[in-house]
């Protein structure tokens, strides 16, 4: 590697010719798939020009190729404008849906017929870029389409996007000037497309997500879209994110007549555009891409839910225009979703802490939708009766709304001989009691209540984060508490001591065979939680105590009545069944629990150890300044927990829902939003960020409306 000059008009020309042969094997890389320069020499031009950077900081600027490693935390998540805006697909559903769309284009065209693009629905984000003069200044995600956030930074990170576009693809007419210098400017421009995970790069990153305890990414678009929106730009940088570019804002301004035009030209300025597009004359065509891009799905390196055909005439695409959502001259072709078959090996069932016995289908593991699946729940005997699938059967399996596993049933024909019927046991898996099915009902339960199962389901349920969240209790500790005999029931929690906690042996073996236990730093911990747990609002106690029908929100509806455990239990089943949200049902289930002398005398232990029974009542400390606004939040947040997050808004007067819906003034979201974000642009919500949410809580005060 040469030396780094020592004056700085030949270091600013070395940096520059640096930067131009660093982004031109960039571009052969990334766009064409034709790299010439081995990784090592690569590696050794962008050394050299860091170091030059380095000695000479004043040459650094944004388009360097030095500034794609990630830089401090800048104002990320800023609004952006789009320069037009960025419409969603209309979908269609199956090949009749399609030929629907295309009778219709086809009669609104008439004499003159139309040919059609037919490109790959990559399965990412959205993903806007603007460039002035040639230079990338601003990445934005979709947002609701008009607005969307800014993500430059990371973007930045991001090795398949120019951040400055190659002079090849200049407008006539400004390129062949004689003067460098005088060269016409660039237009302004905004370059759609997408930006997605590779498969093999969002099986990596799980690995090290669950190498490192942390949760694993459903399915490449979330990990795409989650390591977008990190607030560290160098955590981007180390996801391999990639981009395929396919549209641009306004394509005239650069002469351009067609989509398939635009693809050429998107490729000529440095974008990496997918390669596996074809421009159709007729509908028989575009069906044969669609079948084509189905077979070809699994092999590709990147996940595909479909084909977009596009008109490929702009000015056709003009008269055809666009709904209120979408445009009319471009359709997405969903593909059916990804079923895969596989040999089912066992019905397991797993005992909950109701009781209910549910059928759980164990299975081979296979790849389904970009994830490996090795178990899918039966739900009940019914269902297993209905599918009629036994063990040893080749079943078919895929993911409910791309996410849950399913089974959809037995290939007819391929079921080994003598496969029986599957039917509920008799007798409970976990303590051999007997079973019940309740008349009328789909559920099959073990009538034991100390059923060893259901305990330990029931202990859990207690110490979990919607009850009284015991940080740190997980269910490998919980089990051994329980299988050592230290804790039978939830009041057990608050007799462990710090020495007993330590010594817990956790049932396995260390290499010189002395046994694992939990110590003293992790029971400190788990003490501090167990503390924390005593002083928990009244409805999370009385969820966590695990009353047959009453949920979370029932909890808090109860809570809100009554206010304490003792008021609740002097209560009589007609009185409980007035509280709004809860009926007959539920308030028979709650007597029955409160009349049993067994939860009694648990309730008596926990009283005794000075878990808290009751809610202090206070009158509203704070004015009341969010009353008749609905928040919802999603997405982890950094500052503070879901519930304190739900706790000082709804002290403020706030309604705070689970679920988006137009009613909604705003939906928080924080890192790795998913679904709820989705649906809050969707439905034109307003979006705020964790400061934002902050600031309300400061002061008190919603921010005005934005859209
Ligand atoms: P949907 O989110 O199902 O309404 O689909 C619309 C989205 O598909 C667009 O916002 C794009 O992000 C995405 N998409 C993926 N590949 C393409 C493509 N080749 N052309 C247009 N949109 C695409
Ligand atoms: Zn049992």
């Known amino acids: 590697m040469p030396p780094v000059p020592i004056d700085a008009a030949s270091a600013a020309t070395r940096a520059a010719e640096l930067r131009r042969e660093i982004e031109h094997h960039n571009y052969l890389y990334y766009a064409l798939d034709t790299p010439e320069l081995s990784d090592a020499a690569y590696d050794s031009l962008l050394r050299e020009l860091r170091e030059i950077e380095e000695a000479y900081p004043e040459l650094v600027n944004a388009e360097s190729p030095t500034q794609r490693v990630g830089t401090a935390p800048l104002q990320l998540f800023a609004p952006v404008q789009h320069a037009s805006r960025m419409y969603s697909l209309d979908n269609a559903m199956d090949l009749d849906e399609l030929d629907a769309w295309l009778a219709r284009v086809r009669a609104a065209v008439g004499e003159r017929g139309c040919a059609f693009t037919c490109e790959l629905k990559i399965d990412g984000s959205s993903l806007a870029l603007t460039y002035e003069d040639g230079t990338m200044v601003r990445a934005a995600t979709r947002?609701?389409?008009?607005?969307?956030?800014?993500?430059?930074p990371n973007i930045r990170t991001v090795r398949d996007v120019p951040l400055r576009l190659?002079?090849?693809?200049?407008?006539?007419?400004?390129?062949?000037?004689?003067?460098?210098?005088?060269?016409?400017?660039?237009?302004?421009l905004e370059v759609r497309g997408e930006i997605y995970m590779p498969k093999a790069s969002f099986e990596r990153l799980n690995e090290e997500q669950l190498a490192a305890d942390a949760a694993p990414f459903a399915n490449p678009r979330n990990a795409a879209a989650g390591s977008l929106r990190q607030k560290d730009s160098s955590v981007t940088a180390s996801r391999d994110l990639a981009t395929f570019m396919y549209a641009i804002a306004d394509p005239r301004a650069l002469g351009i007549r067609r989509q398939s035009e635009v693809l050429e030209w998107l490729r000529l300025a440095g974008f990496h555009v997918n390669p596996d597009v074809v421009t159709c004359a007729d509908a028989s065509a575009v069906h044969d891409y669609c079948a084509s891009a189905l077979d070809r799905r699994e092999a590709l390196p990147y996940e595909?839910?479909?084909?977009?055909?596009?008109?490929?005439?702009?000015?056709?695409?003009?008269?055809?225009?666009?709904?209120?959502?979408?445009?009319?001259?471009?359709?997405?072709?969903?593909?059916?979703?990804?079923?895969?078959?596989?040999?089912?090996?066992?019905?397991?069932?797993?005992?909950?802490?109701?009781?209910?016995?549910?059928?759980?289908?164990?299975?081979?593991?296979?790849?389904?939708?970009g994830s490996t699946i090795a178990r899918a729940t039966l739900h009940n005997e019914d269902e297993v009766r209905r599918k009629d699938v036994r063990v040893g059967d080749t079943i078919i399996v895929r993911k409910a709304g791309d996410v849950i596993p399913e089974v959809v049933g037995p290939v007819a024909g391929m079921r080994p001989e003598g496969a029986v019927q599957w039917t509920a046991p008799t007798h409970c898996p976990s303590c051999g009691g007997p079973t019940?099915?309740?008349?009328?009902?789909?559920?099959?339960?073990?009538?034991?209540?100390?059923?060893?199962?259901?305990?330990?389901?029931?202990?859990?349920?207690?110490?979990?984060?919607?009850?009284?969240?015991i940080d740190g209790m997980g269910s490998e500790i919980i089990m051994r508490l329980v299988e050592t005999g230290a804790v039978h029931d939830i009041a057990d929690f608050y007799t462990l001591s710090a020495d007993q906690l330590a010594a817990l042996d956790m049932g396995r073996v260390k290499k010189d065979n002395t046994p694992v236990t939990l110590g003293e730093t992790v029971a400190a911990k788990l003490l501090a939680s167990i503390e924390a747990s005593r002083h928990r609002t009244l409805a999370r106690v009385l969820f966590g105590l695990g009353i047959r029908h009453v949920g979370a929100s029932v909890a808090e509806a109860l809570a809100g009545a009554f206010g304490s455990l003792d008021a609740l239990s002097a209560a009589s089943a007609e009185e409980i069944a007035t509280v709004e949200g809860v009926g007959p049902k539920i308030a028979?289930?709650?007597?029955?629990?409160?009349?049993?002398?067994?939860?009694?005398?648990?309730?008596?232990?926990?009283?005794?150890?000075?878990?808290?029974?009751?809610?202090?009542?206070?009158?509203?400390?704070?004015?009341?300044?969010?009353?008749?606004?609905?928040?919802?939040?999603?997405?982890?947040?950094?500052?503070?927990?879901?519930?304190?997050?739900?706790?000082?808004?709804?002290?403020?007067?706030?309604?705070?829902?689970?679920?988006?819906?137009?009613?909604?003034s705003y939906v928080v979201a924080g890192e790795d939003a998913g679904s709820k974000y989705d649906k809050a642009v969707e439905l034109g919500v307003a979006l705020l960020a964790e400061d934002d949410l902050a600031r309300i809580i400061e002061t008190g005060q919603a921010p005005e409306a934005t859209s």
């Open 166 to 188: 190659r002079d090849e693809a200049r407008p006539a007419g400004a390129a062949d000037t004689l003067f460098a210098e005088e060269a016409a400017p660039w237009p302004a």
């Open 143 to 152: 947002g609701d389409g008009k607005v969307g956030e800014e993500v430059t």
């Open 436 to 469: 019940w099915r309740e008349p009328g009902e789909v559920a099959v339960r073990c009538t034991n209540v100390a059923c060893p199962a259901q305990r330990l389901e029931r202990i859990g349920h207690w110490a979990s984060r919607g009850a009284t969240d």
């Open 588 to 664: 028979a289930g709650v007597r029955a629990f409160l009349d049993n002398p067994d939860n009694l005398e648990v309730i008596e232990k926990l009283r005794a150890s000075g878990v808290s029974l009751e809610d202090e009542r206070t009158e509203p400390a704070r004015p009341q300044t969010l009353a008749g606004l609905t928040f919802v939040l999603t997405g982890a947040l950094e500052r503070f927990t879901r519930d304190e997050a739900t706790a000082e808004l709804k002290a403020l007067g706030a309604k705070v829902s689970s679920s988006v819906s137009k009613k909604t």
């Open 304 to 369: 595909i839910d479909g084909v977009v055909v596009k008109v490929d005439e702009l000015s056709l695409q003009d008269e055809l225009g666009y709904t209120s959502k979408a445009p009319r001259w471009a359709i997405a072709y969903k593909f059916p979703p990804e079923e895969k078959t596989t040999v089912l090996r066992e019905i397991r069932v797993q005992v909950g802490r109701t009781g209910v016995l549910t059928p759980l289908a164990e299975f081979e593991p296979v790849t389904v939708s």
